[in-house]
């Protein structure tokens, strides 16, 4: 079996009486786009310093590309970090920019060092831009000149922390798909830190969602959002509907649930382990649950009224009460020019329903 390119083994970090890493353990592979996901104060900047070699593990080990990266300082490992203010020296140049970490690489000459600059400017089709200065330039090129300079010096891992943070929605959606065409082109592995649940699945190979220092999932962006582990990931990730069941019985590899919420019985796909009696939760995401005015044909379908709405244009979302819940839902809307573009409207009466397949079922 290949050795995996980054193993973290079972690493915790303490600050005196507070652990802010506790017992991670974790592989990356080669030219893996892997991110950290979770919320301020989960441990994911302290687990990203650790690789860089900011900061010592209290416990465990790191291994890069099979080597020990204990006592490694942060000069000597082949590992270059992105920091989220991009850290760009305003009074120099985009191209000094991007060639001031090969001022003291040793073995290349000064011709070699202004092709290696001008390689990574094209890279980043930053080229016309080279004599520009910082405050010349947009945030979206800054943010390039900051991933020119780290990939200048041909690291074997590029640690980006919150590296789409200070770009608006558009145009952070757009350099998203830059560093997803850079990272393919170089082939360097890359872990990102993020907070933000949409760049992650649009970035990542897999994800590991962390909290309170832990790692509570480790999967692709597929997997976290369709087979979440706990209630913590399935209401980290996207949005959800919750609602408290017990397990009745299964059937055909399905569960039958009571589900007060809902005021009735519910199928959902079935889920190794669970017994009846147990209380567990279902949870359903919005875009799975078909709204309708006719009653459809179902078997698992619920009546109630929408009590209000948001129009995003293509779609809309419904926030509709049940017996014993709200619930949201959304709805793709019709086509310019129809009659009726919404489904729906306030106080409305409405069906919705949703296939068990679609129903998750957490027992944690």
């Known amino acids: 079996m290949e050795e995996p390119f980054l193993r973290i083994e079972g690493v915790s970090k303490d600050f005196g009486s507070f652990q802010a890493v506790r017992n991670v353990s974790l592989t990356v592979g080669k030219g893996e786009i892997f991110s950290l996901l979770g919320g301020s104060g989960c441990g994911k900047t302290t687990l990203l310093r650790m690789l860089a070699g900011f900061e010592e593990p209290t416990a465990g080990r790191i291994f890069l590309d099979g080597r020990d990266m204990a006592g490694v300082p942060p000069w000597e490992r082949p590992v270059h970090m992105m920091f989220q203010s991009y850290a760009i020296f305003p009074h120099m140049t985009v191209e000094a920019n991007v060639g001031y970490g090969l001022k003291h690489e040793k073995g290349l000459t000064k011709a070699q060092k202004a092709a290696r600059v ?16 910082p405050h010349q330039i947009s945030g979206g090129q800054r943010q390039r000149v900051a991933l020119a300079r780290a990939l200048a010096r041909q690291p074997k891992l590029l640690l980006l922390d919150e590296p789409l ?12 798909f830059e560093l997803m065409s850079i990272q393919e082109r170089t082939g360097v592995t890359f872990i990102v830190v993020t907070h933000d649940q949409e760049e992650a699945m649009t970035l990542s190979d897999r994800i590991a969602v962390m909290d309170k220092g832990e790692v509570k999932q480790v999967g692709s962006p597929t997997e976290i959002y369709e087979f979440p582990h706990s209630r913590f990931v399935a209401g980290f990730i996207g949005s959800v509907n919750s609602f408290e069941a017990t397990v009745l019985s299964r059937e055909d590899r399905a569960l039958r649930l009571s589900v007060p ?7 959902a796909r079935d889920v190794p382990g669970v017994v009846a009696g147990q209380s567990v939760t279902l949870a359903v995401r919005p875009e799975k649950l078909a709204l309708s005015k006719d009653r459809p044909q179902s078997p698992n379908v619920f009546q109630g009224h929408v009590k209000d709405l948001a129009y995003f244009g293509k779609d809309s979302l419904y926030r509709v009460t049940l017996p014993g819940a709200l619930v949201q839902a959304h709805a793709v809307n019709a086509r310019r020019g129809d009659e009726g573009a919404r489904v729906a409207d306030w106080n409305d009466a409405v069906w919705l329903a949703f296939d068990p397949a679609s129903a998750i079922v957490l027992a944690d």
Request: hydrophobic residues 45%.
């Open 261 to 267: 919420g809902l005021g009735g019985e519910v199928l």
């Open 118 to 133: 001008a390689e990574m400017l094209e890279l980043v089709q930053l080229t016309p831009f080279a004599h520009r200065k």
């Open 165 to 176: 943070a200070a770009l608006d929605k558009k145009l952070r959606e757009h350099t998203q």
